[in-house]
């Protein structure tokens, strides 16, 4: 599932609710950045979200329903390993606009990931496999849930959490300048999931590259890590 939003206003502020079901993730802290890493049965660890001491951020939802054009065919690029080099410090930001805007894009076969990435200027790019790619030179609040922004409500399905986007909207239509930290928990703890659980909600202080998170909606166990 997930919700990804990014908020430009006197600070650029990224939150992230990273919600799965019956995956093991660790999070990992360094002066590269912090990582949520997924073991992956042939991988291993994988670092497939969070931010970088760049002021890149990744977040990957999944696209509900599945679009089959997303499935790899041909030649293209893999959007798992897109979103790994921008955490990694690979490509720029800018590097994989150009990319997707030029080579199609797929995921794994019968499940469209996506690409919620922004850069330390606050510019955002939503990545979707098979349908696109849209790009907002810092905008003044984005999110993704885990519905196509293509196709918006045109295709239900039970996860999709198109409720989600509605209360992250309404809530981020009316921040202040101000907002901070804080108020993005805030957003990220109404919008948290039970069914299919919250695992980890995280916040990138863009300006001060600073992450903080917290585990299992523990609202009141929030760690910190400034990177570099």
Known sequence: MCTSIAVNKKKTIIGWNLDILDMEYRIKASDNGVFIEINDETEGWMP????????????????????????????GENIILLDIDLLLQKKSLQEIRDIVAGRPVFSVPGLTFMGALSDAEGNVLHIVPGQGSLYYERPPYKILTNFSPFKQDSERHPWMGW????????MLKDATDDFDVS????????VSQEICPTVVSMVFDVRERTVYWCENRKWDEVHNYRIG
């Open 163 to 170: 409720d989600r986007y509605q209360k992250a909207d309404s």
């Open 183 to 190: 108020d993005c928990f805030a957003v990220l703890q109404a």
């Open 48 to 75: 497939l979200f969070g931010a970088n001491s760049r002021g890149d951020f990744v977040g990957m939802p999944t696209c509900w329903p599945s679009d089959a054009r997303s499935d790899p065919t041909g030649d």
